[in-house]
């Protein structure tokens, strides 16, 4: 048990140090971007073979280290990495994600297989090794899985990328059931379409007008508006807040 000491009422994350997956573009940059801003130390790992240079671009505290999540020995160096250069691991964002889009009488094998690897193993496998960390080194941290609307609702072509969200909340969890004991806190967000450049992209034009008509917020979310969530659940304004799926839908799902 963590004893209570006052929340924060500036959210501060001063001199904590944070492993972003995925945090080279999208919501995961954009997080650490705001994590940088509070005074976070930050390590990217993304699959851009440019992340280090990104990640210097945000600031002088923030690492950038290219692979694929999806391996073993890279999520190891990744880990390691944070260890040798900031001495410890406070924060874990599983950012990194894949959609695969496909008729479920349709979608095949290697679309299925590569959508759970990406989404819902590797996100597993960090959260493991980061939280067995935590554990062993008597870590009070906090971990912020990358879950969906689509992980709550159905999505038409979305069979792969539904379940392995959906998987993800149920992870998470499990994992805050059993690891709340250490002090560690694992949350989800599940946000609607976010404006990220790939948003943009699937989302631009009639059949995203359509989708907002939908939305009480009647507007997409933008990447700042997620990542200052996660820079909420991982301060002591959320210290009682562990096992949460947070939507993040401009309220789609309530219908």
Known sequence: ??????????????????????????????????????????????????????????????????????NEEYRQSVIQ????????????????????LDNSETISDKMWDMTMEVNLKASFKMAQAVGKYMIDHKIAGCIVNMASQAGVIALDKHVAYCAS??????????????????????????????????GHKAWDGPVGDEFKKQMPSERFAEPDEIAGTITFLCSSAAAMITGHNLLIDGGFTIK
């Open 1 to 70: 048990m963590i004893e209570y000491k006052g929340a924060d009422i500036n959210f501060s994350l001063e001199s904590k140090i944070a492993i972003i997956t995925g945090g080279a573009a999208g919501i995961g940059k954009a997080t650490a971007d705001f994590f940088v801003k509070k005074g976070v130390k930050v390590i990217i790992a993304d699959l851009n073979p440019q992340a280090d240079e990104i990640a210097k671009n945000l600031s002088k505290d923030c690492i950038g280290i290219s692979g694929d999540i999806t």
């Open 165 to 198: 969200k959906g998987a993800i909340i149920a992870m998470t969890k499990v994992l805050a059931m059993e690891w709340g004991k250490y002090g560690i806190r694992v949350n989800a967000v599940s946000p609607t379409v976010v404006l990220t450049e790939l």
């Open 81 to 100: 990495k944070a260890i040798a250069t900031y001495g410890t691991i406070d924060i874990l964002v599983n950012c990194a994600g894949i959609v695969a």
